[in-house]
């Protein structure tokens, strides 16, 4: 049944908030354990919409997915098998193309319906299919679905994504590492959760180096292993949007299990709206902090631009949006990855926020805002958590409707906004 979340704004937030394992690094990680025939332990798994249908996916894939924990899940993928395989779920969600590496390496024959996933735009696959030529991989679409057939005596030693896709990395990255031979990836995504599934992959045996210049060698081992633990790590972009969430309403938050290295430059841009922090070392084997906002006069910025790690997060663009509505100036939100990710900013318009759209990738927003409780839509995930700050922030009450999308990657959101004293509750429409 459709659910949205009913939201009584103005109240002010305190407390402490804790970040939960990434959504981006799970997904690929979970994948990659299929490239096994031994059981792998991963743990810090957010329970969130994606990652279950994942579960769901790898288990009618005839993997035994136990739960040894709240959160760590056993994959024993010894006996994989096509016959009942879920296509409608890999339909559904957008991180099935992280399959395509590990059942090339298991079946070299199989067909995959196409992905879902958010409406941000277009969103094509052929950087995948491109990279994944030069490791011997042969695609067909025909039907809704694509078609694979794998020759891994067909590889090059040096595959040069045409863009900074962070799943096409993932997904040579895990091909690669099945391959007896050193290959080399150039244009490589470098974003921590392709850094964590590095590190995942490492631990089954194969042997990658991070290069410079967005480049990493990866030398395979045919016969991968099981990894006996794996923790995900932190998700910067849950951190980040709590972190602005405290700015955006003037609140004193603390923010736990924060991996400061993986948003230097989201605090950087966060100090030139004038947001004031503490830090304080949580825990220095895993490198994690508690991040204090201390309520502070926000000023806007001449420009947020998006870009490829170590650039501003795309998915943290609709959540600086929110932020410049309450920011005092005019702020340039710029996102060129994607021509659908500003349809959050209509949304705003309704609750008052002075702002247009210039074009499919520029919003201009002149803050400080008063804002109001509307009824509004989520468009997508990352859309829905900006929407919830700006109930939040506003005056009245707000029904954030589609808030299946804001499931799909913040878990429990509602339960964990209610312990920093937010008014927000979940109906069923």
């Known amino acids: 049944m459709p659910q949205s979340f009913i939201i009584n704004g103005g109240k002010s937030l305190k407390g402490s908030i804790n970040v939960f394992g990434s959504k981006n690094a799970t997904t690929p990680i979970l994948s990659a354990s299929l490239l096994s025939k031994e059981p792998s332990v991963i743990s810090n798994i957010p329970l969130i919409e994606d990652v279950l249908n994942l579960l769901n996916i790898i288990e ?13 899940v056993k994959i024993d993928p010894s006996d994989l098998n096509l016959k009942h395989l879920d296509q409608k779920l890999i339909k559904k969600i957008r991180s099935s193309v992280l399959l ?38 042969e695609t067909k679409a025909n039907n809704g679905f694509y078609h694979f057939k794998y020759n891994p005596t067909k590889t090059k030693q040096e595959v040069i994504l045409k863009e900074f896709s962070v799943t096409a990395t993932e997904n040579v990255l895990m091909l690669a590492s099945t391959l007896p031979q050193t290959t080399i990836i150039k244009i490589a995504a470098i974003e921590p959760h392709v850094l964590d599934l590095v590190s995942f992959l490492n631990k089954m045996g194969a042997k990658i180096k991070h290069l410079p210049n967005h480049s990493f060698e990866i030398t395979g081992n045919p016969n991968l292993k099981g990894v006996k633990k794996h923790d995900i790590i932190p998700d910067p ?10 700015v955006a309403c003037k609140s004193n938050l603390k923010v736990r299990n924060v991996r400061l290295d993986h ?39 001449s420009k947020v631009q998006t870009l490829p790690y170590p650039g501003i997060p795309t998915d943290l663009q609709s959540i600086f949006g929110i932020l410049a509505t309450q920011a005092n100036g005019t702020t340039i939100i710029q996102d060129p990855m994607y021509e659908g990710r500003l349809k959050y900013v209509d949304e705003l318009i309704k609750m008052g926020a002075n702002a247009i759209i210039a074009d499919p990738h520029r ?3 002149v803050g400080p805002s008063p804002l ?39 878990e429990k959101i509602d339960e964990r906004l209610k312990l920093i004293n937010a008014d927000i509750n979940r109906v069923d429409n």
Not at 264 to 276: D, G, P, Q, R, S
Not at 280 to 297: F, M, R
Not at 377 to 395: E, F, P, V
């Open 237 to 246: 972009i849950e951190a980040g949007s709590f972190i602005i969430l405290g």
């Open 60 to 72: 009618s894939l005839g993997a035994k997915v136990t739960w040894i924990g709240p959160k760590t």
């Open 100 to 137: 395509i590496a590990p059942l090339c390496a298991r079946f070299k024959n199989f067909q995959l319906m196409q992905p879902g996933g958010c409406l941000i735009g277009v969103r094509p696959v052929d950087t995948h299919f491109e990279a994944l030529a030069d490791l011997g991989l």
């Open 263 to 301: 948003l230097e430059i989201v605090f950087k841009k966060l100090k030139e709206f004038n947001a004031k922090f503490n830090f304080e070392l949580q825990d220095k084997q895993k490198k994690l902090y508690t991040v204090e906002i201390l309520p502070s006069d926000i000023k806007a910025v």
């Open 363 to 365: 919003a201009l927003i």
């Open 372 to 410: 109001y409780g509307q009824e509004i839509i989520s468009y997508d995930l990352r859309a829905g958590m900006c929407l919830i700050i700006a109930a939040l922030i506003a005056k009245g009450q707000s029904k954030i409707n589609n808030i299946y999308q804001v499931d799909r990657g913040y």
